[in-house]
């Protein structure tokens, strides 16, 4: 059974730091690229960063771009991503999410490039 499952959000003020994590399990995580999404309250889905198998290459939204940094670690089956210099519009629920293959193929990636979701974790930026 396919399982990801997401960790680390919680409170923080504007200007802080969170690192989320996301533990993978059910399938060779080594083999695909994956993505972290969110969504903020009322809005839709919102693509944050890609990363692909190897971890050699890297994408950002705008928004996030020189604040947050995707990472993985192969050994261990686990995504991360380090959310620097915070806003109160950074608030959202964070999905980690596997792609079908090991690379993206667009900027952002399609939603159908994604085959699995973990459960959330929920970030608020707020003082």
């Known amino acids: 059974e396919v399982q990801l499952v997401e960790s680390g959000g919680g409170l923080v003020q504007p200007g802080g730091s969170l690192r989320l994590s996301c533990a993978v399990s059910?399938?060779?995580?080594?083999?695909?690229?994956m993505s972290w999404v969110r969504q903020a309250p009322g809005k839709g889905l919102e693509w944050v960063s890609v990363?692909?198998?190897?971890?050699?290459?890297?994408t950002y939204a705008d928004s996030v771009k020189g604040r947050f940094a995707i990472s993985r670690d192969n050994a261990k089956n686990t995504l991360y991503l380090q959310m620097n210099s915070l806003k109160p519009e950074d608030t959202a629920v964070y999905y980690c999410?596997?792609?079908?293959?090991?690379?993206?193929?667009?900027?952002?990636?399609?939603?159908?490039?994604?085959?699995?979701w973990g459960q959330g974790t929920q970030v608020t930026v707020s003082s």
């Open positions: 990363i692909n198998s190897g971890g050699g290459s890297t």
């Open positions: 999410a596997k792609h079908r293959s090991p690379n993206y193929y667009s900027n952002p990636p399609s939603i159908d490039e994604y085959n699995y």
């Open positions: 059910g399938f060779s995580f080594r083999y695909y690229a």
